[in-house]
């Protein structure tokens, strides 16, 4: 493209777009005409371009399709021959830059559409592999050179067209953030069941395949956050705290202050970017509500007494990139700290979690649904029980009962009895504990945290009534909240039994709440 090609396309994509003045305009020439000089113009042409495509070309029906499959035929560069696989230069760095660029212009619809193409089109060479495959088949009689070589043709073969232009976008400035963020938008359309294509499962498990090399744990840097820390950084660990939202800028100070320890996992091609976020507690012992650490603070400024610090309290954990779900980092963090927190007090040797349990309150209104539509609303609760919320709600026994239980539930009016908080204390305690231990999904924990805990190998130890009182954790779980302790000599044994035999280990108090439950269901 020459000089008056790249003024021209100035003066259509902005002039007429925005109504430049001709002496905007004539500035803008200057300094293309400078950038020019200066051997620097590529960078402009591949902006310029992104405007003509967009602006002077707009993507709708016919002339959307086209221009999507000008772009990817532009920027996906043929898959190399095997001989040429490692001789083929690098396609230049705008193709990478005019894909971001094309990519971020479009709407959601548009997304899922190029993303569409883009898989379907510039994937495997169907007919390339089964040829190698057929010839892998002839070839089993022969030497075992010549297999390895057929192999390897046929593993090449496999690569997707599309994986070389993922490969070299992570080499642009802003390259990585793009395709986490890109992955964000693939698991969004497969999560809201937009689209069910297999190409674009396809594509997604090539890009989580990519981004779990990257973002490898050897790769990956481990800062401890402070008051002292960028206030850019602090103020993304406050926006990203999923689990105990941040109230107010005191409130962040005192979580990165005395008696308190926030760690992050950062990757040298996302700068400022917290991957996931740790916040401990450094307590006398394990706790047994959040209230005492999110709530009530020693004072900001008070020095810590190391005779204090028994134990270590990982409180909140929180993945900040949707687009890295899947990828192993958050176990790896607790690793980390936890060999980061021994350096610094070694005689520290209780080291728990303090967690939520999402899901329990929706699980149970269904159990509670499906025990009255079988008829067996008595299972749950004891007589005594029962008899608790028939006085308490004025409800008649059996049916009237249980509907008047769940709507109690469902709205967190029960909280504010008293008597009812004591009399439903111990049903919904073991109906927790079954929840965390004996719901399953395909033969692992149904909680998600759960199902973190144990693969890391934690143990889990405690049940905790009236945990928080907060109204997310009341509506959550009913206010319960569960430690999963970590004993540093068995997490590898217990993380093994639970993978490959779906073990899960767990203490005397909470095997006795199942057994109270099964009993009471007579399962």
Known sequence: MCISHIIQGLFWCVFIKRAMTPFHLSIAARSLLKSYRHRAVLKTVQGLRVWEYINMYPCTSIAEQNCMEEILKKTVAPLPTYEMREKSPPPPESNSLEFMHFYKSLEKEQRLEFLEKLSHDFGVDHRWASDLAAKLLDARGRDVATILQVEDRLRYSLTPRYRQLLTHISKVQGGVKFLVDLRADLIEFASSKISDSPHLRDLNSTLKSLLSEWFSVGLLQLERITWQSPCEILQKISQYEAVH??????DIKRRVGPYRRCYAFTHASMP????VVLHVALTE???????????????????????????AIFYSISSTQAGLQGVELGNYLIKRVVRELQSEFPHIAQFSSLSPIPGFSLWLQGALGQHKKEGRATELLSEQEWREVEDVTGAAPGAPALEALRRLIGTSEWIRSDRLVHALEP??????AWYLYGEK??????NPVANFH????????RLNWQADTSPRGIANSCGIMVNYRYF????????????QNKVIKASEQVLGLVSQFQKSSKL
């Open 285 to 311: 012992d394990i706790a047994n509500n959040i209230q005492g650490i999110v709530r009530e603070f020693a004072a900001v400024d008070a020095d810590e007494d190391v005779n204090k610090i028994n134990a």
């Open 454 to 461: 144990l693969q890391n190998g934690a143990t889990m130890w």
């Open 245 to 250: 939202p941040v109230r107010n800028w005191t």
């Open 427 to 432: 049903a919904l305690m073991r109906l927790c």
């Open 488 to 499: 540093l000599q068995e997490t590898s044994t217990n993380s093994a039994a639970y993978m």
């Open 441 to 446: 999904r395909r033969g692992y924990a149904l």
């Open 272 to 275: 400022g970017e917290p991957l």
